[in-house]
């Protein structure tokens, strides 16, 4: 998440104080990623040094009041302008506690892949509930809430898809050791082959 230029992008809107670019920037995005106070002051630091940003000085109340500069307006132009890279895909928890699991002895990765299911429908219907309740409204702020929630439904639903196909290799592999008597069907029902994430060629 660029921070950086999620805070030159408020400030292109109007001049702010560190605690208003907190709470616009979480307010406008249903405070899915909270920011620390710290670090958007130390961003705006850095902003300032780079010439993105200009101290206005105080609001006489006690807060520092920044802006954007042209430099900073053409950064925010830019960075809507450039798609968001997938080369460096973001850390994934899930997949490191998986990917570690399957190689160490002693853990139950079945074990792991249910839990986490129940967590990630639980968490699914709340962003269900969530979507239906805010889509009565027609602010600006539920519209930008809205697409979090979009994309955070679309999210939770392919890590539930992603772990039933973790469930079937799991039972494929122990077949694949000769322990057959061990292996059972995934809870789901669905075999790797039916969870696979599906190709350009097989959606024909």
């Not at 920037?25 to 990623?33: H, I, L, M, V, Y």
């Not at 000085?57 to 890279?85: C, K, L, M, N």
């Not at 309740?133 to 979090?148: F, G, I, K, P, Y």
Request: charged content about 25%.
């Amino acid at each position: 998440m660029s921070i950086r230029h999620s805070l030159l992008a408020l400030l292109q809107d109007q001049p702010r104080y560190g605690y208003q670019l907190r709470v616009e920037f979480e307010d406008r995005t249903g405070s899915t990623w909270p920011l620390n106070i710290g670090q958007v002051y130390t961003t705006l630091d850095r902003l300032e040094r780079d010439g993105l940003v200009s101290n206005d000085g105080g609001d006489g109340e006690g807060h520092v009041v920044y802006s954007i500069t042209d430099a900073g307006r053409a950064e925010v132009q830019g960075w809507f302008a450039t798609p968001v890279e997938r080369s460096n895909p973001p850390r994934n928890e899930l997949a490191i506690k998986l990917a570690l699991a399957v190689t160490l002895p002693g853990v139950d990765v079945a074990a792991i892949i249910q839990a986490q299911r129940a967590a990630s429908m639980r968490a699914l219907q709340d962003y269900t509930k969530s979507r239906r309740d805010t889509a009565a409204n027609q602010r600006a702020a539920d519209t930008a809430w809205l697409l979090v929630l979009d994309s955070l439904i679309f999210q939770t639903e392919a890590e539930i898809r992603w772990l039933d196909l973790c469930e079937a290799r799991m039972v494929q592999l122990a077949q694949a050791s000769g322990t057959r008597s061990q292996a059972r069907k995934p809870s789901n029902g669905v075999t790797a082959e039916e969870a696979a994430p599906r190709t350009a060629e097989n959606r024909r």
